[in-house]
């Protein structure tokens, strides 16, 4: 009997590992796509709360508030939003996991799928603060007088 198509285990292996592979690519451009999109949301919402607040942090530079304190305060309200949607938004992406997991069922094992919602939670709260601090240096760099006289 002849022996047609003779390759390596490792070539059976990577070709029968290609579908998954090119899935998986896939939802990983997806995904830093959604996370840019999610970073580009977040500067915007927080720039536009600092714009509408201009007049209130001059205010609170004409007497005397320093950059440390004007940063802080844009930092805390908007972290304190972050940390709302991520204690609503973890439970349903450990379930989400958790179905996608037993959906795709490529494994027996579990190989870690429960640890990747922390993961990109943990990313997610980096870029949003990276987000909210850009605003908020700017906000602590506006001339009172000149955000009195704008308002």
Do not use: C, W
Not at 38 to 56: D, F, K, L, P, W
Not at 93 to 110: I, K, Q
């Amino acid at each position: 009997q002849p022996v047609a198509q003779v390759r390596t285990m490792q070539a059976h292996v990577e070709q029968s590992l290609a579908g998954p592979r090119a899935i998986s690519a896939f939802l990983s451009v997806m995904a830093a796509i959604a996370l840019a999109l999610s970073a580009m949301g977040i500067y915007g919402v927080m720039s536009h709360a600092v714009t509408q607040q201009n007049r209130e942090i001059g205010i609170r530079m004409a007497l005397g508030a320093d950059r440390g304190t004007v940063v802080g305060m844009v930092t805390r309200s908007g972290m304190t939003l972050v940390g709302v949607g991520i204690l609503l938004g973890s439970p349903l992406a450990f379930l989400m996991a958790r179905g996608v997991s037993s959906a795709l069922n490529l494994f027996e094992a579990d190989v870690g799928m429960g640890m990747l919602p922390v993961v990109v939670g943990g990313a997610l709260t980096a870029l949003a603060l990276v987000s909210i601090l850009l605003p908020a240096a700017r906000a602590s760099r506006v001339a009172p007088v000149t955000a009195l006289r704008e308002g």
